[in-house]
Nanobody
């Protein structure tokens, strides 16, 4: 099993910045790709950014140039630095992790509890 603990959400004015963190822990599972999703009220959950264990990153178009995803493999922690925040970035942000069984044969999806981000205009 993998447990995820998120932090860093909150209320910020438009143009401000926030840094989200998500720490993964699990006794035997290997942490694969890590990422952040968000879900705004009345909308579907969408991918914001993800990063492979090797450091390759991917961003949704709406946050490109404004956000940076990074990870510390020694700490099994993923970060999302968000700058120039806009009201449309308001959502609950969820951490997602691929937990790889030690045998390498199965990959499980793990989700954090969500951290709210509110950007005021």
């Amino acid at each position: 099993q993998v447990q995820l603990v998120e932090s860093g959400g909150g209320l910020v004015q438009a143009g401000g910045s926030l840094r989200l963190s998500c720490a993964a822990s699990g006794s035997s599972y290997i942490i694969g790709a890590m990422g952040w999703y968000r879900q705004a009220p009345g909308k579907q959950r969408e991918l914001v950014a993800d990063i492979t264990s090797g450091g390759a990153t991917h961003y949704t178009d709406s946050v490109k140039g404004r956000s940076t995803i990074s990870r510390d493999n020694a700490k099994n922690t993923v970060y999302l630095q968000m700058n120039s925040l806009k009201p449309e970035d308001t959502a609950v942000y969820y951490c997602h992790v691929d937990g790889i069984h030690p045998t390498g044969t199965v990959v499980y999806d793990y989700w954090g509890q969500g951290t709210p981000v509110t950007v005021s205009s």
